[in-house]
């Protein structure tokens, strides 16, 4: 295994971030103790759930990947070997609809968590996604209607910094981080953090694979010159970038065959993509998915590369993908598909 160094914290944390959303959908609690087993085994000390999770959401199950989570804590003692980031999301169905980010709802959230896991604290607590609307989750453009919408009803950033160096005071968080955020929120928190002697982020959880490099644009600026990590999540493209739906397959019990919502991968300039990627990997002998993974693992500005997977097989396969160095070769090649279809799946 490869390691970086959190940012501000200093942990020394895996290159590969174990990734657990589909635990409590395509994955029972045996075979996410499995997994946890394994990549720990493997040198993967840097975990990330969420209190939403399983995914895709669902109300009967919601919680669930945390409490696998909580019995392998449980059963193995073994929590201090591991970094865990979770977070709070604010989906309407959680906590009787009480998803701001104030200090009461973050207590509340982070109650659940802390419960759920079976610990005493979390080491990164990043907010899942804005209050706000704005160009995240598939939307690529920032809209009238994103403009036209009236801030002054949402929670004010400094209170919720305020709320997240109280619950750092009390050790029940050792520091948090954003996730599908935008350069301007990302750069309004560290500036009131800033401002008012306050802990800011410490990382960003966004999405970022050869089909979306987005992060590129104003976000990778603000990773090196404010010392914000990217953590990044979707490197596979909801496992599109493995090969496994080119020319129209659907493999039974994957993903994008279970679930239709998840869909912005699979477009017709993805889909191009993708299967110009695909030729590069044949051509060079390697694995698709490994030459995905890789090229996330060398940017500068990605503290960890957030992998999932339904299986050991796919999960070894994702871990192995650290010890692989793209050849300057391969990597203009990607570069000239990125040229040609610049991120088509936003």
Not at 11 to 26: E, F, H
Not at 156 to 172: M, Q, Y
Not at 198 to 218: A, C, D, V
Request: proline fraction near 4%; hydrophobic fraction near 35%; charge should be negative.
């Amino acid at each position: 295994m490869k390691y970086t160094t959190l940012p501000k914290l200093g942990d020394k944390v895996s290159k590969i971030c174990l990734g657990t959303m589909t635990w409590g959908q395509q994955n029972s609690e045996a075979e996410a103790h499995e997994q946890m087993d394994f990549a720990l085994s493997e040198g993967v000390n840097f975990w990330d759930t969420a209190e939403m999770y399983p995914s895709p959401p669902d109300k009967e199950k919601q919680g669930d990947t945390e409490r696998f989570m909580g019995t392998w804590f449980a059963k193995t003692k073994k929590r201090n070997e591991v970094v865990l980031a979770s977070k709070i999301s604010p989906m309407d169905f959680l906590r009787d609809g009480n998803t701001r980010f104030n200090a009461k709802h973050i207590a509340e959230a982070l109650d659940g968590n802390l419960k759920r896991l079976q610990t005493d604290h979390i080491d990164v607590y990043q907010l899942h996604w804005p209050e706000r609307q704005s160009n995240f989750f598939s939307t690529r453009g920032y809209t009238e209607e994103m403009a036209a919408q009236d801030l002054s009803d949402l929670t004010p950033f400094l209170e919720t910094l305020e709320a997240l160096n109280d619950e750092i005071k009390k050790g029940r968080i050792r520091a948090f981080g954003l996730s599908n955020e935008t350069a301007w929120g990302l750069m309004r928190y560290l500036w009131e953090a800033e401002k008012n002697g306050l802990e800011g982020p410490i990382t960003i959880q966004n999405p970022y694979s050869l089909l979306n490099r987005l992060y590129e644009i104003g976000l990778a600026e603000v990773s090196h010159r404010e010392n914000v990590g990217l953590l990044a999540y979707s490197p596979l493209g909801f496992g599109v970038l493995s090969g496994k739906y080119l020319n129209g397959k659907q493999p039974e019990g994957a993903r994008l065959t279970m679930y239709d919502r998840f869909q912005r991968y699979i477009n017709e300039e993805a889909k191009s993509a993708t299967a110009q990627y695909a030729k590069i990997a044949e051509e060079a002998g390697l694995d698709m998915a490994q030459m995905a993974l890789a090229f996330v693992n060398s940017r500068h500005f990605v503290t960890s590369n957030i992998i999932g997977a339904t299986s050991i097989e796919q999960l070894k396969s994702n871990i192995d993908s650290v010890n692989l160095e793209l050849t300057s070769e391969v990597l203009q090649a990607i570069e000239a598909v990125h040229t040609k279809q610049p991120n088509p799946s936003p």
